[in-house]
C-alpha cells in the first residue's frame, strides 16, 4: 500500500470540524477507496482550548496557520480559515510556494488572488482544489474544469448562496422576519464569518466570478459585477411576486454578450412552473448552457458543514489517488497564462423583463403619468395594476406594480427617474429584474 497522504488543516470551525471528523470515523473506507490512509497530522485555529468533537492525539497544533503551512509535517495543506487576505491567503501562498497541494473552500480568496495563485500552484506543480468554493456539495467546479471541456458557453445561472435561498424560503412559507431568518442561517453555519457578504451579494459575485472564469476562459474579476443584494426585499415583493406568478431567488448570472461578458448578481423573479424557483432552503441550483451539451441543472445542498466537507473531501481523496496526469489539469480550466482579459458588457445594455413597485400618493391622473413616462421610453408594458390591499382614499397611499415585455436597462432607470421627478412617489421605487430559466 503506497504512503499516506498527510493532511494538515487550517481553520476548524464549521466546514474544518466536520472535514477532520469525517476523516477520522471514516478512515477505513477511505483507505480502501484511496488505496491509501489519508492521516490529519497537523491543525490551526485561534482558540486551542475549544471542544470540536474531533481527536487530536498524533495531531500537531498550530496557532499560526502560515507557520503550518511552512513547516508541518504535511503533503496538503487544506485552508478553511475564509477571507480575501490575511492568514488565509499568507498561508495558501506560503504552501504552494513550498510545493504543497492546496485545498480550499475560498470563493473571496481565488476571486481576489485566484490567477496569480493558479500561476503560482502551476509553476510548482502542485494541485489547488476548491471545489467547495461554489456552490457547497455540487460538484461544479470539476464539472465545468474536466467534464464540459470542449464545450462553448452562452449563460452560466443560478442561486449559488444558501443563506439568502434559506431566508427567502422561510419568509415565503413561515412569514418570518429577515432578521429571524438570517440568525438562524448562522446558526446552522451557513452564513459567512461577515454576513454581510451573503445578504448584500458579494458571496454570490465571488462564487460567479470563479464560474466565469471556468466558463468563459477570462481572467477573474468580481469587482465589476453589478451587485444587488436581498436586503431591500419585503415579504410585499414576495407576495406580489407570487400573485404574478414568479417567486424571487437571489441570482448570480454571468452571458456572453456581443459587447462582452454581462455579469449580475441581483433579487430576481423567476416563473413558479421553473425548476429553479423550486429550489429551496440551503439549497443551491447552478445552470450551465453551452453548445454541444444543452443545458445541465445541477441541484443540491449549498451550504454547512457536511455539505461542505463533502466537496473539500472529495478534493483531498483526488490528490490521495492521484490520478496520471492530475497535475495537468489546470487550475482554472486553462493554463493560467492563457487566460483572456475580462472584458465587461454594461449593465445599462442588460435586456430582460422588469417587476416595478411603486407607492403612490392616490390622485387623479398618476396611473396615467406612469404608463405615459414607460411609453415615452419605449417600455411595453405586459401589466400595470394597482394593487392595494385596502380601497383607495384620499390620503391612503396605493401600490402600482407594472410587469415589463423585455426592455432595456438604461431605459428602465431613465422611467423610474422621470417618475420620481412627477411628485407622487412616495418612498423608493422597488425595481426586480426577471429571469426566464430555460426549464
Ligand atoms: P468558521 O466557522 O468561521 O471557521 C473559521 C475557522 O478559522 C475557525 O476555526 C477559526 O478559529 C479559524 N481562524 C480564523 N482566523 C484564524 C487565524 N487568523 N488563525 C488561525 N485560525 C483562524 O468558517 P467556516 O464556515 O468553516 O468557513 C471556512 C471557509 O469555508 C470560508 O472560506 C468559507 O467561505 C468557506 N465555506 C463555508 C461554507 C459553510 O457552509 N460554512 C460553505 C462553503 C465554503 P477558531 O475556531 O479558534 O475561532
Ligand atoms: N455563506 C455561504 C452560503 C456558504 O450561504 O452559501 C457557502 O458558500
Request: hydrophobic content about 45%.
Amino acid at each position: 500500500m503506497a504512503n499516506a497522504l498527510k493532511i494538515g488543516v487550517a481553520g476548524l470551525g464549521t466546514v474544518g470540524a466536520s472535514l477532520v471528523r469525517i476523516l477520522q470515523t471514516r478512515a477505513n473506507a477511505l483507505t480502501v477507496a484511496c488505496g491509501r490512509p489519508i492521516m490529519v497530522t497537523a491543525v490551526s485555529a485561534r482558540d486551542a482550548s475549544k471542544d470540536r468533537g474531533i481527536l487530536m492525539e498524533g495531531i500537531a497544533w498550530y496557532a499560526d496557520p502560515v507557520e503550518m503551512a511552512k513547516e508541518a509535517d504535511i503533503d496538503v495543506f487544506v485552508e478553511l480559515v475564509g477571507g480575501a487576505e490575511g492568514a488565509a491567503e499568507q498561508s495558501v501562498r506560503a504552501a504552494l510556494v513550498r510545493g504543497l497541494h492546496v485545498v480550499t473552500a475560498n470563493k473571496a480568496l481565488l476571486s481576489r488572488h485566484g490567477v496569480e495563485l493558479a500561476k503560482l500552484a502551476e509553476a510548482k506543480g502542485c494541485l489547488l482544489n476548491y471545489e467547495a468554493a461554489v456552490a457547497g456539495g455540487i460538484p461544479v467546479i470539476k464539472t465545468l474544469r474536466e467534464s464540459l471541456t470542449g464545450n462553448n458557453f452562452s449563460r452560466i445561472y443560478g442561486i449559488m448562496n444558501g443563506t439568502c435561498n434559506y431566508i427567502l424560503t422561510r419568509m415565503e412559507r413561515e412569514g418570518l422576519s429577515f432578521a429571524d431568518c438570517l440568525k438562524e442561517a448562522q446558526r446552522l453555519g451557513y452564513a459567512e464569518a461577515d454576513q454581510s457578504f451573503d445578504i448584500e451579494g458579494n458571496d454570490t459575485a465571488h462564487k460567479l466570478s470563479i464560474l466565469t472564469t471556468l466558463a468563459f476562459g477570462c481572467e477573474i474579476s468580481a469587482d465589476q459585477i453589478y451587485l444587488e443584494g436581498i436586503t431591500n426585499i419585503s415579504i410585499e415583493d414576495i407576495h406580489a411576486a407570487a400573485d404574478l406568478g414568479y417567486r424571487i431567488k437571489l441570482l448570480g448570472v454571468a452571458q456572453k454578450t456581443e459587447s462582452g461578458i454581462e455579469q449580475r448578481v441581483h433579487p430576481t423573479m423567476v416563473p413558479l412552473d421553473s425548476v429553479i424557483a423550486q429550489v429551496d432552503g440551503v439549497t443551491n441550483a447552478v445552470a450551465l448552457e453551452s453548445d454541444i451539451l444543452g443545458e445541465l441543472l445541477m441541484v443540491g445542498p449549498g451550504a454547512g458543514g457536511n455539505a461542505t466537507a463533502s466537496a473539500v473531501l472529495g478534493d483531498i481523496t483526488d490528490i490521495a489517488k492521484s490520478r496520471p496526469g492530475a497535475q495537468e489539469v489546470p487550475v482554472l480550466g486553462r493554463p493560467a497564462h492563457l487566460l483572456e482579459p475580462y472584458r465587461q458588457a454594461e449593465m445599462q445594455s442588460h435586456e430582460g423583463g422588469y417587476f416595478i413597485r411603486l407607492t403612490v400618493q392616490d390622485r387623479t391622473g398618476v396611473f396615467a403619468s406612469i404608463a405615459t413616462k414607460m411609453a415615452e421610453n419605449a417600455i411595453s408594458l405586459e401589466s400595470i395594476v394597482q394593487h392595494s390591499k385596502q380601497p383607495a382614499a384620499p390620503d391612503r397611499p396605493q401600490t402600482i406594480i407594472l410587469v415589463t415585455h423585455a426592455t432595456m436597462e438604461s431605459a428602465v432607470r431613465k422611467a423610474v427617474g422621470a417618475i420620481k421627478g412627477e411628485g407622487y412617489l412616495i418612498g423608493e421605487p422597488q425595481v426586480i429584474r426577471i429571469e426566464r430559466p430555460k426549464t
